[in-house]
């Protein structure tokens, strides 16, 4: 089992930026496909980003396509969301998913079968 933990929420201004941290340990997922997802209030869990094990292939919810970046550093087992020009409907918490079991580059929340507990980011105008 790989255990997820985030980091890097918080409140911005509209037209700024943050970067969010996801962690792994555990039996790490450095072998796995990650995943970024969004919640906001009264609003189902939607696809933010996603990248593969390796790093060659990415996914961008069109929303924030141009003005987010994922990445990840299997040496230090973590993903990371570059977030600029951020925008009052960024406004969420941002969860950090693994699929364990090899669904692809999974755009749905029931590709991925482990999540971290969560960091808030707001974003006022």
């Known amino acids: 089992q790989v255990q997820l933990v985030e980091s890097g929420g918080g409140l911005v201004q509209a037209g700024g930026s943050l970067r969010l941290f996801c962690a792994a340990s555990?039996?790490?997922?450095?072998?796995?496909?990650m995943g970024w997802f969004r919640q906001a209030p009264g609003k189902d869990r939607e696809i933010v980003a996603a990248i593969n094990w390796s790093g060659s292939n990415t996914y961008y919810a069109d929303s924030v396509k141009g003005r987010f970046t994922i990445s990840r550093d299997a040496a230090k087992n973590t993903v990371y969301l570059q977030m600029n020009s951020l925008k009052p409907e960024d406004t969420a918490v941002y969860y950090c998913?693994?699929?364990?079991?090899?669904?692809?580059?999974?755009?749905?929340?029931?590709?991925?079968?482990?999540w971290g507990q969560g960091t808030q980011v707001t974003v006022s105008s």
């Open positions: 998913a693994a699929d364990s079991l090899d669904y692809g580059l999974g755009t749905t929340k029931l590709e991925y079968d482990t």
């Open positions: 555990g039996r790490t997922g450095s072998s796995y496909t």
